[in-house]
């Protein structure tokens, strides 16, 4: 599922960074 927010928010650009963190807290849960 993380893999699929990644994605989502490459398309942003400038949101790619938010979605590292937020993939890094699932994988931290």
Same mark, same amino acid.
């Given at each position: +599922?993380? &893999? $699929?927010? @990644?994605?989502?928010? %490459?398309?942003?650009? =400038? @949101? *790619?960074? +938010? =979605?590292?963190? $937020? =993939? *890094?807290? $699932? &994988? %931290? @849960?």
């Amino acid at each position: +599922m993380n &893999e $699929i927010l @990644v994605l989502y928010y %490459s398309q942003g650009g =400038a @949101v *790619r960074d +938010m =979605a590292q963190l $937020i =993939a *890094r807290g $699932i &994988e %931290s @849960v």
